[in-house]
């Protein structure tokens, strides 16, 4: 199956390109062949879909909807301006977050979750064992 991905309204954001995030997303998917659409969207956007699906009132950097349907995995969102402000907060390469997010989204569809210690734990180990394929860096390694 597919990983679509689409560009919207950036608001100038910066954003790797969609083959860099496709492949992104099939590593992260691993065996699973369902499909999945992810979306990079401008601060609008992202606003209006964490207002909708999780009654949040700005802009979230990942947004993860699970489908119902056969053969679909479902759809990621990440907001392309909080994407770049983070990975400057965080002094990242920019493309180096974006895989991150979307390694981070992707875990979430295929039920993985960080609500309590060890399965935040779990998805971590998750996290980094996909990034590293890709050559970058452990993004918890400097938290304490």
Known sequence: MTVAVQIGELDGAATPSATEIARWAEEARGDDTRSLCLRVVGETEGVALNARFRDGEKATNVLAFPADEPGVLGDIAICAPVAALEAREQDKALADHYAHLVVHGVLHLLGLDHDTPHTAA????????????????DPYGDQT
């Open 122 to 137: 779990d998805m971590e180990a998750k996290e980094i064992q996909v990034l590293g394929s890709f050559g970058i860096v």
